[in-house]
């Protein structure tokens, strides 16, 4: 057990297991979140050969009545524990409610504990062994270049899901967070779109993607939950997704989900049961959200400062010096957040050769335009290719609905999705998209567009899309009867997002863009997964699905 004084005057802490204890863990918790001079991240690292039992483990804490409450909360996310590494996270207490705003702005609101918690085999996931040794009992060792805590500013370039996600990420870990973005208000990019649906991806052969998506889900779920209003800002109602030829990915889950991982693979993902049709597939934990509430959210902390009409077009790098930390250790020289960095770079952001912001660090988070704010930060002037993907959804009111409509009970999604009965500023709402075009880079609104929204509802929800042709057969009329709303989402060539250090630049300029179609599910994770690496912390993901995001993959 650590002792609490062992920790005390640390910004963040790891605690290891080699075989995860679930008494001992509780226990940490309750000093942890128990003693006033905690740090104020805990990390715990664990391995367990099997899964974690929800019943199982409440009633080994039975016993100990002052575990009790956080036994529940660690119950309430013991499902969908397949092998691989799992970052459960959980408030300062047993009390997982959503903060209301009086607490959110409390400093012990953001007390936060991460459980990284690898099931399976030793044999079956050697990386685990390497995670041990790089995170043992103790600091947090961020990395030789991380500026010192003094110097903890940076700038974001974008104010959408992976923009406020990794303002969100760093602010909780004291960074002070400047977030500029060109529209005048938060989420005016892809992020505005009105509703979308979060849905783990699933292959046969459980590819990076499938993995990185249920990593992603976990971590939307737990966020939602913790900022947003059930049922008006978003709902867990579980999506039916199809899987329709042509048009989706072949295939549905892996073998092993039907033999020896059926139980705890059903949490994610199943066969949908009758009357749905054969080609339908059940996500218990699917979602549907409405991002720009989200983003609000993840954007109301003190240490974050956001500024609208921000039309940043260069980046510049005024300093580039080299400091020496010291050489006599000292009780706060020995806590790596009170280390000074051995280079530091200063950088100005800039709108017509007027300075917006200055800080440390940069992310650039926006969309199709971080290609363009890349190049004038690079030695040679080259940036990644990102190509813009624009979307177009349609939507109309519930109230103007045909009696007796067919309405699928949960979301639907396969090809394009459909969600009914969502708040908007009008009343009740249905929506069905979105178009995925790789020619028009802007987003302006197309009528062909919405007879394409059609034909996709057509192939998903055949009765429901019969129930409104009436209303797609207004679109272009003087009083339309079906809206619509378009954004422009970016991606890069292998379709996965480009997350790290920006190369063939000085220290200092990082991204968090191209998250495709997948920015609902993905967006959150990788603002997690840069701010894990830049505090060296234990990664949120396996090391392996890490490298995949990198985004100095391309270089040459």
Not at 54 to 77: G, I, K, N, R, V
Not at 91 to 109: E, I, M, P, V
Not at 253 to 277: G, R, Y
Not at 373 to 396: F, K, M, Y
Request: glycine fraction near 8%; charge should be neutral; include cysteine.
């Amino acid at each position: 057990m650590t002792r609490r004084n062992a920790w005390h005057g640390c910004n963040s802490w790891c605690h290891t297991q080699a075989s995860f204890d679930e008494l001992a863990f509780l226990a940490l918790w309750h000093d942890w979140a128990a003693d006033a001079a905690r740090p104020a991240h805990l990390h715990v690292v664990a391995h367990t050969t099997q899964p974690l039992k929800a019943d199982a483990l409440l009633t080994t804490a039975a016993a100990h009545p002052e575990l009790l409450s956080f036994a529940q909360q660690l119950a309430d996310q013991c499902w969908g524990l397949l092998p691989g590494i799992h970052r459960l996270r959980f408030a300062l207490n047993g009390d997982a409610r959503r903060h209301t705003t009086a607490t959110s702005q409390n400093s012990h609101s953001h007390a936060r504990l991460s459980l990284t918690l690898c099931v399976g085999q030793h044999e079956d996931w050697p990386e685990f062994a390497d995670v041990l040794r790089a995170h043992p009992t103790g600091l947090c060792t961020p990395p030789v270049d991380a500026p010192a805590l003094s110097e903890r500013t940076v700038t974001i370039i974008g104010a959408g899901i992976a923009g406020a996600g990794t303002a969100r990420a760093l602010a909780e870990r004291g960074w002070q967070v400047t977030v500029l973005d060109a529209g005048d208000a938060p989420a005016a990019g892809a992020s505005g779109l009105p509703v979308g649906v979060v849905a783990p991806h699933t292959s046969h052969d459980d590819s990076g993607v499938s993995r990185l998506s249920r990593a992603g889900l976990r971590l939307m779920e737990q966020t939602m939950r913790l900022l947003l209003t059930e049922g008006v800002d978003w709902g867990c109602t579980g999506v039916r997704e199809r899987r329709l030829p042509g048009k989706t990915r072949r295939g549905g889950v892996p073998l092993s989900w039907l033999h020896e991982h059926t139980h705890t693979a059903n949490d994610w993902t199943h066969k949908a049961p009758p009357p749905a049709p054969d080609d339908a597939y059940w996500h218990p934990h699917g979602a549907w959200l409405r991002p720009a509430q989200l983003v609000r959210a993840l954007l109301n902390h003190p240490n974050i400062r956001w500024q609208g009409h921000a039309k940043v077009d260069a980046l510049k790098c005024i300093t580039h010096e080299k400091h020496k930390a010291s050489n006599a250790p000292t009780p706060q020289t020995t806590n790596p957040d009170h280390l000074a960095n051995t280079s530091a770079s200063k950088w100005q952001i800039l709108q017509g050769g007027k300075v917006l912001a200055e800080s440390s660090r940069v992310v650039l988070a926006a969309g199709p335009g971080s290609a363009a704010l890349i190049a004038t930060a690079t030695e040679d002037g080259c940036a990644p290719h990102i190509n813009p993907l624009r979307g177009q959804v349609s939507w109309g009111l519930m109230a103007d609905v045909p009696a007796g409509a067919y309405m699928p009970a949960t979301p639907v999604n396969g090809n394009g999705s459909f969600v009914h009965n969502i708040t908007s500023p009008d009343g009740p709402a249905w929506y069905t998209g979105a178009t995925y075009d790789r020619i028009n880079g802007d987003a302006r609104l197309l009528d062909a567009d919405h007879a394409e929204n059609l034909e996709r509802l057509q192939a998903l929800e055949p009765d429901t899309a019969a129930a409104l042709a009436p209303l797609f057969a207004t679109v272009g009329t003087d009083a339309p009867r079906v809206h619509g709303w378009a954004g422009v989402r970016c991606g890069v060539h292998d379709r996965l997002p480009m997350t790290g250090r920006v190369p063939n630049t000085p220290e200092g300029v990082y991204m968090n863009a191209a998250m495709g179609s997948r920015g609902l599910t993905l967006g959150l994770l990788c603002g997690e997964l840069l701010a894990a690496q830049w505090h060296g912390e234990p990664l949120p993901i396996e090391a392996r699905l890490a490298k995949f995001l990198d985004a100095t993959r391309f270089k040459k």
